[in-house]
């Protein structure tokens, strides 16, 4: 026996107070990252609080230069809140130094491909950090 499914939107506020610094900076074309001061772990993206250490003795880093990509997807199908794409979209982590990012591209990348990251608002108006190749 089966239950017929439905469509559920789930919709909640995510609370930025402790990493606005992070929002703020990406409206500034800035990324950044943060590292515990205690155990230096280093997190992007960042934390107010380690989750390795539970100390909230954070440090704010600036993520920039030219990073690796060291993995990505290309979706096909798209969540719920991302029907308005059109079409397949590209998402990738890339090493920066000591910290690994998330981010969009708008070209195809590959595994070892150098890349910048750059912010920019979405088509719906959110920023985002989006990766480029170099």
């Keep these: 026996m089966f239950i017929e499914g439905r469509e559920l939107t789930y919709k909640h506020n995510i609370p930025v107070t402790k990493v606005e610094k992070y929002w703020k900076g990406l409206e500034e074309g800035k990324i950044y990252g943060t590292e515990c001061k205690n155990c230096g772990a280093k997190y992007s993206p960042p934390q107010a609080d380690c989750s390795v250490c539970y100390s909230s003795d954070m440090e704010w ?3 920039s230069g030219e990073g690796e990509v ?3 997807t290309e979706q096909y199908s798209f969540p719920a809140g991302f029907e308005f794409l059109n079409e397949p979209y590209v998402i990738a982590v890339a090493k920066f130094g000591d910290f690994k990012v998330i981010g969009w591209t708008k070209e195809k990348v590959f ?3 150098k890349v910048v990251a ?3 608002k979405d088509e719906t108006g959110v920023w985002k ?6």
């Design 129 to 134: 950090v989006y990766f480029k190749k170099v």
């Design 111 to 113: 595994v070892g491909d």
């Design 61 to 63: 880093i600036e993520i």
């Design 118 to 120: 750059e912010t920019e």
């Design 70 to 72: 060291v993995c990505m």
